[in-house]
């Protein structure tokens, strides 16, 4: 049985090597795109947040004139979930909705735009500090993960443009 797993595991390995799959991150220009990417996110907490997971996921290089400037507006919201009989939030389910222009610096034209989401839940407390530890937690884990949304979608963009 092991061995003809090992067998199977070979000749898949072997018929892959030859398909001609290229990395996303292996195609010409993309990284080098995504590091010269200009955050411009709105003020406060949750912009702040994004903006810096998108710079660290773009790892930007800040030695070099941007070539896109990305333009963010952010939308927020909160759902009181798991109401206790005393019609207290046990939970909260938190919406953050990224919308992104990319614009080109050299024309000034939007050429990609898209709209992220994500929904997450995190536990409210009764101690008021530890409510608000939570719900900041919850912001940057959303922020986290929409700036790895938006940087797979743009790595994905660029590298469909660098192949035409």
């Given at each position: ?44 907490r ?14 930007k ?19 009181p ?12 389910e ?42 900041q937690?919850?912001?940057?884990r959303?922020?986290e ?5 938006i ?14």
């Open positions: 049985m092991r061995k003809a797993l090992a067998l199977c595991l070979i000749l898949a390995a072997g018929a892959l090597s030859g398909c001609g799959l290229t990395p996303l991150y292996g195609t010409p220009g993309v990284v080098s795109n995504l590091a010269s990417i200009d955050v411009v996110a709105p003020e406060g949750t912009g702040y947040l994004i903006r810096q997971h998108l710079d660290d996921a773009f790892a290089n800040h030695g070099v004139t941007p070539a896109w400037r990305m333009n963010l507006q952010l939308n927020e919201a909160r759902y979930r798991g109401v206790r009989i005393d019609n207290v939030a046990t939970r909260y938190y919406v953050l909705t990224a919308n992104y222009a990319l614009v080109s610096t050299a024309s000034g034209v939007a050429e990609k735009a898209g709209s992220v989401r994500v929904e997450l839940t995190y536990d409210s407390a009764d101690q008021p500090y530890a409510s608000i530890a939570a719900q937690d919850a912001q940057d959303a922020a993960e929409a700036a790895r949304r940087q797979l979608e743009l790595a994905a963009w660029l590298a469909d443009r660098a192949k035409s």
